[in-house]
């Protein structure tokens, strides 16, 4: 699951936003939404499988809260190509050289 | 607002083996990805490799134009997904006046207004990505 998919459906996407305004247990979140319980669950699950939210046990509740980070994919494609293309281009010169001594 | 990487590279040997790197699919492999590119306009064709962090290592691309010897368009959308990531790589080939290629690559199209980022970033996020308690949703 990355970030993509994890916010591609509108129920998790709500429920991450929810999240962005503070900690929620599974069931302030059941409160909120028009969605059953373990609806809300399996998004929870998504969206931690995507890097985007974070849980924190206390007795018998876990609380969820965004990941701060996870958004990051998002906006830093051109700084990982970036990288990419510089380390692709050095392999692609190291070939020339080989071809070139054939 | 769209934004390229813009890189020029000197490369050893004419650029008719440049050309040979670029659209020989077992060539190409070796220095970027496993692919099944042919140079033909329209050809669709795909990158694969490890996926990597959020990367799924999967590109899609299409033959968009073929000059051989001097230019190849591709379209080149993945990453994460086909609508987040929607770009062209170009490649343009020169011969240097002393031997040598100098390729010069763009990577178009990235683009910071992409509907579901925008929609769950508030201003200044891209900048402080920690600081979450500063992120409003309207």
């Known amino acids: 699951m990355d970030v993509f998919r994890a916010l591609a459906d509108p129920t998790r996407r709500a429920v991450f936003e929810q999240l962005t305004r503070g900690e929620a247990t599974v069931k302030d979140l059941t409160k909120r939404f028009a969605v059953s319980q373990p609806a809300i669950s399996q998004h929870l699950g998504a969206l931690r499988k995507g890097g985007l939210v974070a849980e924190r046990r206390e007795g018998k509740f876990t609380y969820y809260r965004v990941e701060p980070t996870g958004l990051r994919p998002l906006v830093n494609w051109i700084e990982h190509y970036q990288a990419f293309w510089l380390d692709r281009l050095a392999k692609l010169k190291a070939l020339m050289q080989e071809l070139e001594d054939e | ?138």
């Open chain 2, 1 to 138: 607002m769209s934004k390229a990487i813009e890189v020029d590279y000197d490369l050893p040997g004419p650029p008719a083996t440049v050309w040979r790197a670029l659209t020989d699919p077992k060539l190409l492999a070796s220095w970027l990805m496993e692919n099944d590119i042919k140079a033909e306009v329209g050809h669709r064709f795909m990158f694969r490799s490890k996926p990597m962090g959020d990367w799924d290592g999967k590109v899609d691309c299409e033959v968009l134009e073929v000059v051989p010897n001097e230019r190849l368009v591709y379209s080149w959308r993945g990453g994460s997904g086909r609508h987040v990531l929607d770009t062209t790589v170009t490649w343009t080939l020169a011969a240097k006046p002393g031997g040598g290629t100098r390729l010069r690559l763009v990577h178009a199209g990235f683009t910071d207004d992409n509907p579901m980022a925008y929609e769950m970033m508030g201003r200044g996020w891209r900048d402080k990505t920690g600081a979450l308690a500063e992120l409003s949703l309207a």
